[in-house]
């Protein structure tokens, strides 16, 4: 898509039913696994291909807690992110300023989601985005209400014809002139209170086209849903296996190796799998010499048969001088979502005779599952020492391998 896309992620609410003092954390903030709820939201948004930015609207007071979930983020995902802006009492005023903040810079089509729905998937995001492109002026992710609906009357209960309802989620995406007049229009006049933006585009009377949703992607608003969300975020892969991209479907079976090397020099830590690990030396390179995501990223690559990382990222490039390597990887990732694919595991081994990499193998698998989108059961990482022989038994340098296994959907023209 050329069309720059914004993603707005409302995060200014207070989680009034989810808390049950004053002192709790508002929802948002609170932890489902190693990673707060809104840095589950960002991550799965930033992860997308077409999401060029993405602005998030957050309360006065949450400036620390915002830039703490910032940090859980691989940076390449961080680096998307703008802002913050800071929220209203409603989630309509919230929305507004956001929306004005993104005016003027050449944003041309806007997702708004909850900061409390961590788990969007890929597939809705590319959902949306297809029915922007296509012509829509307002889309709505929803999913069919499938339980039995009453009404309570005076009279008792009456059963609600259950055809043609849908259960509302987000995100819901519109071009941005749009659902920014939409907002300033309906500031005028103020009894009205939207709970979500398509019902701004209702009012407008404007055509509004659904994507499909998924029950996975429900807003966490009680304590049950934060239960719900930990259950979820253990099982599931990245992202729900739908239809279109689920393993089983992905026949097409690759695997890929990749191998580095980076030599020792003056220092105080080493960086493996985007983690630093202390150390009497630094690894030397043009970037930051991460030879763990090195070898990851050329396995993809070599998966996917399309190069090697310095065909993909020129060592003469100085814009890559220093840079953090996991958006060497994050592009690898890309190029095989852009064919429809998934990386389905990753084994690393690496060889050092020090630093020792035993204490860290949880965090290192940890680091490189939350940048591939991965649980952590599909992440390996293994260490041997070469008995003190060659580069690596004279301590002179870490090296890595790498495999990566690939499930591509089959494609008639590689056949
Ligand atoms: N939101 C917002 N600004 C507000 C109110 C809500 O940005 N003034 C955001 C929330 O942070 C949330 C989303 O809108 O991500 C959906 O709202 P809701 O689930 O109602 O969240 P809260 O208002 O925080 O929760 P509660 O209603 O239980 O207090
Ligand atoms: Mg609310």
Redesign the pocket.
């Known amino acids: 898509m050329t069309d720059r896309v914004a993603a707005l992620v409302?995060?200014?609410?207070?989680?009034?039913?989810?808390s049950s003092s004053p002192d709790d954390l508002?929802?948002?903030y609170r932890h489902i696994g190693s990673a707060s709820v809104l840095s589950h939201t960002l991550n799965a948004l930033a992860r997308h291909p077409d999401i060029d930015e993405i602005a998030a609207?957050i309360g006065e007071d949450d400036h620390e807690l915002f830039q703490a979930s910032l940090q859980e983020l691989p940076s390449s995902h961080r680096d998307k992110c703008q802002g913050p802006i800071i929220?209203?009492?409603?989630?309509q005023?919230?929305v507004r300023s956001g929306l004005e903040a993104l005016n003027g810079l050449g944003v041309k089509y806007v997702l708004i989601h909850?900061?409390?729905r961590p788990f969007v998937s890929q597939d809705i995001i590319s959902g949306n985005l297809d029915l922007l492109q296509s012509g829509s002026k307002a889309v709505l992710t929803a999913i069919p209400v499938v339980d039995t609906i009453k009404r309570a009357t005076d009279n008792g209960l009456e059963t609600v014809d259950r055809s043609g309802l849908w259960a509302a989620q987000t995100p819901q995406s519109f071009p941005l002139n749009d659902i920014l007049q939409w907002h300033r229009l309906a500031d005028g006049e103020d009894t009205r209170t939207f709970t979500d933006d398509i019902g701004l585009a209702e009012w407008q009377g404007a055509d509004i086209s659904i994507c499909e949703g998924s029950p996975d992607n429900f807003?966490i608003?009680t304590p049950v849903d934060l239960q719900k969300a930990e259950r979820q975020a253990e099982q599931m892969t990245s992202e729900p296996l739908s239809q279109s991209n689920s393993l089983a479907d992905l026949g097409d079976i690759r695997v890929g190796q990749g191998y580095d090397v980076h030599a020792f020099e003056d220092g105080e830590a080493v960086i493996l799998g985007g983690v630093s690990i202390p150390h009497t030396q630094k690894l030397k390179g043009h970037s930051d010499a991460d030879v763990v995501l090195h070898a990851i990223t050329d396995a993809i690559l070599g998966g996917l048969a399309d190069g090697d990382i310095g065909s993909h990222f020129p060592p003469s490039d100085p814009q890559w001088k220093g840079a953090a390597s996991d958006q060497f990887l994050v592009h690898a990732l890309n190029l095989v979502r852009k064919r429809g694919g998934r990386v389905a595991h990753v084994d690393v081994t690496v060889v050092c005779e020090a630093p020792k990499i035993g204490h860290h193998r949880d965090a290192l698998r940890q680091s490189v599952a939350q940048i591939c989108g991965l649980p952590i059961g599909r992440v390996s990482v293994k260490a041997t020492t070469s008995e003190r022989l060659g580069f690596t038994g004279r301590k002179e340098g870490i090296a890595c391998l790498a495999t990566a296994t690939l499930r591509l959907p089959f494609n008639d023209t590689d056949e």
Do not use: F, N
């Open positions: 409302v995060a200014a609410g207070q989680g009034t039913r989810l508002p929802k948002q609207v929220g209203g009492d409603t989630r005023q919230s909850d900061g409390a807003k608003t």
